[in-house]
Every structure is written in structure tokens, then in C-alpha cells.
């Protein structure tokens, strides 16, 4: 199966952040501990992103901004995870409709919604993802 690069994810122009790789924002000044109660402080811009919770880059956020944002190992995926227990095109979050989905792209060791295996489900504002050891939090503007 071939799989294309959907559009690069481009950090929104907002003062005080700094883009580190393709959609992918840092908070000029490092948030607390409570990140995850306070998601207005990531000024993104867009309508949905994601939260790091756990992981080497926690406290960062990615923009959700195209309409297939692929996430994996794999240096052409939107949101590069550096993580051995990460496929290299792990998932995916599909917007259709003005509403968010996660797919499972068929990683050896899946894809978590609230802890729960997922193939394809619908997210909602608050929902915890795990894929390989990294844990973040969709959120919905």
C-alpha cells in the first residue's frame, strides 16, 4: 500500500511561538503542570489540536489543520513520533464534516482512544490518544 504526504501542517502566525517542525507549536513560556485543564494557552489558531501529556515532547501541541493528518515514525508523516513502539505510519485524524476521527493505519501495536483499542472512532473534546508511549489530548476549539 503507497501511501502519500497529505499537506504540510504550517504553524498558524501567532506571537511568542516557535515552530520546531512541520505543525507542531511550543508555548513561549513553559506551561504548567495543569496544561491539559488549560488548553487556551497553545494559541494555535485552528479549530482542533493536540496536546502532548506524555512523552519526550509534553507540554507541545500540533495543530490539526488538513483534512488527513498522518502520525508515525516516518519523516513524511505530519506529526513525527520518535518512539521504537511507533509504526511508521501509525494513524491517522480525518476530519469529515466539521467532525474528527482517529484511524488505526495498521500499527503492529495499535491505537488507544480513552484506553480502549480503536480501528476507526469518532473523537470528541477531551479525548486521551495513546500511540506508542506518547499520550496526548485532542482538543476541539
Same mark, same amino acid.
Given at each position: +500500500?503507497?501511501?502519500?504526504?497529505?499537506?504540510?501542517?504550517?504553524?498558524?502566525?501567532?506571537?511568542?511561538?516557535?515552530?520546531?517542525?512541520?505543525? +507542531?507549536? #511550543?508555548?513561549?513560556?513553559?506551561?504548567?503542570? &495543569?496544561?491539559?485543564?488549560?488548553?487556551?494557552?497553545?494559541?494555535?489558531?485552528?479549530?482542533? /489540536?493536540?496536546?502532548?501529556? =506524555?512523552?519526550?515532547?509534553?507540554?507541545?501541541?500540533?495543530?490539526?489543520?488538513?483534512?488527513?493528518?498522518?502520525?508515525?515514525? @516516518? =519523516?513524511?508523516? &505530519?506529526?513525527?513520533? *520518535? *518512539?521504537?513502539?511507533?509504526?511508521?505510519? @501509525?494513524?491517522?485524524?480525518? =476530519?469529515?464534516?466539521? =467532525? $474528527?476521527?482517529?484511524?488505526?493505519?495498521?500499527?503492529?501495536?495499535?491505537? $488507544?482512544?480513552?484506553?480502549?483499542?480503536?480501528? /476507526?472512532?469518532?473523537?470528541?473534546?477531551?479525548?486521551?490518544? /495513546? #500511540?506508542?508511549?506518547?499520550?496526548?489530548?485532542? @482538543?476541539?476549539?
Amino acid at each position: +500500500m503507497t501511501r502519500t504526504r497529505s499537506d504540510v501542517l504550517s504553524p498558524p502566525d501567532t506571537t511568542g511561538v516557535q515552530a520546531t517542525r512541520p505543525g +507542531m507549536v #511550543i508555548p513561549a513560556a513553559r506551561p504548567s503542570e &495543569d496544561l491539559v485543564g488549560a488548553p487556551q494557552r497553545l494559541e494555535v489558531g485552528g479549530s482542533a /489540536w493536540l496536546v502532548v501529556n =506524555r512523552g519526550p515532547d509534553k507540554g507541545s501541541g500540533f495543530a490539526i489543520t488538513s483534512a488527513t493528518t498522518t502520525i508515525g515514525r @516516518h =519523516r513524511e508523516c &505530519d506529526i513525527v513520533l *520518535d *518512539d521504537v513502539t511507533v509504526s511508521r505510519f @501509525h494513524a491517522e485524524l480525518i =476530519r469529515q464534516d466539521g =467532525r $474528527y476521527f482517529l484511524a488505526d493505519g495498521g500499527s503492529l501495536n495499535g491505537t $488507544y482512544l480513552n484506553r480502549q483499542p480503536v480501528d /476507526w472512532k469518532r473523537l470528541a473534546d477531551g479525548d486521551e490518544i /495513546w #500511540i506508542g508511549k506518547v499520550r496526548f489530548t485532542f @482538543h476541539i476549539a
